[in-house]
């Protein structure tokens, strides 16, 4: 299905209107723009300057001075044309001068000032004098070009000051951050080395008071003797920068010839001029060697426990060789945080008839092998009431069930607060000895 749509003859007559709208409205928003853009950019020029005109201390330098000065010499030079050349002079370029004078030295306002009056007093004193022997265009279209050329005068030198205020204040900020940082930075210039900027840091480094204007050799002789000149000769030469990452510097800090021992990371930069060519180089050092010692005592205080953790390896290994062929039974038992039998020797199964393994795994079977009555004298050792210097005889039953006389001398382990946390202790087999006693005392007993 087709559709035919013919628009009134009208249609065209409605939508002229509304796209010269349209434009006008385009042109308008266009005109907004740019005029803010170029607010954005003179505005700055004007605020910076004149508070560099206000902070510049001198009375003779703020914009009602300025603004004096303009109008005096405009009227001064018209005056002075006039008397000098009454029927030729249209002095407009030196009214400009007075403006350009008037823009550099107090800003844009006495400049846009220095305009008008010069406009004024051209068309006061030049053009309407002019105009009774006839009007000459000449003189209209130069007062006209003056104006003109006096506001774009006006803020081009007001933006060249802003510049140079703005490239000034770079400059400064760059050299207080030079002056006040943390590390050590100095300027070198030309083939000799010619020291034209060393900072606080540098000096107070280096232990000289006196580094700019003297080459590197003669402000730092110890640096020639250890190669560090060759260095700077080889940036300069090649423009390739040189970094060292902690390297041992001996310097004469107390200029009495003693050489201390530093070290330091740093960078040779070169400074390349307008041409490309090398013109100087930029040395940035940090100095390390605090945290290059403390490094050294690390690594000397880790060799140190490495020594010490041989030592007692080798003598754990010994006592364990001694301890596994010992006929005595050696243990330690820890008590806080939990009961649990760290270590025995292998001789307790000839003793009791159970193997480590049974001890390890069953913390309580040195208790549960020895007779009741003798439980509470292991109390009493816990509590303290019985003393450790004597040993302790024990009756005990073999795993075969046998009984067992044994002979303990322990120890008690305490923590830095003063709490038992461990026994170490050593037992020994005495039923033999045991046995053969009251074999004695039984024979005794029978011939009394």
């Not at 700055?44 to 914009?63: A, L, M, T």
């Not at 020291?195 to 020639?224: H, W, Y």
């Not at 001996?250 to 960078?267: A, H, P, T, V, W």
């Amino acid at each position: 299905m087709e559709h035919n749509y013919e628009a009134p003859n009208d249609f065209q007559d409605h939508i002229s209107p509304l796209r010269k709208q349209r434009s006008h409205v385009r042109l308008r928003q266009w005109w907004r723009i740019h005029a803010r853009k170029l607010w954005q950019s003179v505005s700055p020029c004007f605020w910076s300057v004149q508070s560099k005109q206000r902070s510049s201390g001198g009375w003779w330098r703020r914009p009602l001075a300025g603004y004096a000065v303009a109008f005096l010499l405009q009227n001064l030079i018209i005056i002075l044309f006039l008397r000098v050349f009454p029927d030729d002079a249209f002095p407009d370029v030196a009214a400009l001068l007075v403006v350009l004078l008037a823009s550099r030295i107090w800003g844009i306002g006495p400049g846009f000032f220095a305009t008008l009056i010069g406009a004024l007093l051209l068309y006061l004193f030049i053009i309407i004098p002019q105009s009774i022997a006839g009007l000459p265009l000449q003189y209209l279209i130069e007062t006209g070009l003056f104006m003109l050329t006096g506001v774009i005068g006006s803020l081009v030198v007001c933006y060249i000051e802003f510049a140079r205020l703005k490239a000034e204040k770079a400059r400064q900020q760059l050299y207080d951050l030079f002056v006040q940082g943390p590390a050590s930075v100095m300027m070198l210039r030309g083939e000799t080395h010619i020291i034209e900027f060393a900072n606080s840091m540098m000096c107070k480094t280096m232990g000289r008071t006196d580094l700019v204007g003297q080459t590197v050799k003669q402000a730092l002789p110890e640096f020639a003797l250890q190669g560090f000149v060759e260095k700077l000769n080889q940036v300069y030469a090649t423009g390739i920068p040189f970094v060292g990452t902690e390297v041992l510097v001996q310097i004469d800090r107390q200029g009495n010839g003693c050489l201390e021992e530093s070290y330091f990371n740093f960078i040779y930069q070169p400074a390349f001029g307008m041409h490309g060519a090398v013109e100087g180089i930029l040395v940035h050092t940090v100095e390390v060697t605090a945290h290059i010692r403390a490094r050294q005592q690390a690594e000397e205080l880790l060799l140190q426990r490495q020594a010490e953790q041989q030592i007692l390896s080798e003598r754990e290994q010994l006592f364990r060789l001694l301890a596994e062929h010992a006929e005595d039974v050696i243990y330690r038992y820890r008590i806080l945080p939990a009961f649990t039998c760290e270590y025995v020797s292998p001789s307790v199964t000839a003793m009791t008839g159970y193997t480590p393994e049974e001890y390890y795994a069953e913390p309580f079977l040195t208790l549960k092998r020895l007779h009741p009555g003798y439980w509470p004298i292991l109390e009493g050792y816990g509590h303290g009431i019985h003393s450790l210097d004597d040993p302790l005889l024990m009756r005990g039953v073999h795993k075969n069930g046998n009984v067992v006389w044994m002979e303990q001398r322990n120890k008690l382990i305490y923590d830095q607060d003063g709490n038992v946390v461990a026994l170490e202790g050593i037992s020994r087999d005495v039923t033999a000895r045991k046995l053969a006693e009251e074999t004695l005392r039984a024979s005794e007993e029978m011939y009394r």
